[in-house]
């Protein structure tokens, strides 16, 4: 398979993500149907993280297995578990940190008492009220965002086996691989917007989350078919894997204040299992 046309497969493997992204611009949705959408993208992004973490341990167990045949030294497993704990790190803490930084750079709005004291709301009051709405609106899309982030790192890494394996002349492989990551990234598009609640993005705004999220696949696919580096997969496979769990967190807290717990995990289930059927495809042309 020539670069032009992997390029171009890859391309639309990683963009298929914006079939899921025009949900989040629906309006009236209920809160039961918000709290299910988001549970659903954290059943697709439990999967995502164990996708990334199965696939840095076998590039470790890989080093491991050479390192116990004598053909490699033992500082290079040493050094690829060192890049693993940095990504990991970087990803969860590291997103974290930047976030709180983020945040307290906002002030916080003045809670308003009810009663018939506050019936009638000052200028400074109102002034202040929209400030925190659009504080919480703001914190939503920055939620979303960094799951577009963690989607993009996790893309990326897909997109460098299909670069692998084209450029191996393994054109039956990179062809299930760009069909089944093509799927597999439509049910991405949902994890971005499910956590969203009731905030309604711009149109812009989800060009720019689908960019985020499904270009990397496109670039990936560029890279693998130039060049394969285990520790340039392992360290987004990292990043990737820290940050999913870092999001899943957020959302989990987010959400519990809704209630419908029952109802939530079973939409969890279902995004998981989603995840594991569009995997399927992959699996079975050998990826």
Known sequence: MGFTETVGLGAIAGFTIYLGLPLGRIRRISERSRVGLAMFSVGILAFIFMDVTKHGEE???????????????????????????????????GISAVERRLRSRRSAPAPIAGGEAAAVLSAEQVARAQEGAEDARQRALQTGMVIAMAIGLHNFAEGLAIGVSAKAGAVGLATVLIIGFGLHNATEGFGIVGPLGGVRPSWSWLGVAGLVGGGPTFLGTIVGYQVHSSPLELLFYALAGGAILYVIGEIWTGMRRYGYKTFGLYLAAAGFLAGVATDLVVSYGGG
């Open 59 to 93: 590039i470790l167990e890989t080093a491991l297995t050479h390192f116990k045949a004598h053909t490699t030294g033992f500082g290079h497993v040493l050094g690829l578990f060192a890049l693993l704990a940095v990504g990991f790190t970087v990803g969860t803490a």
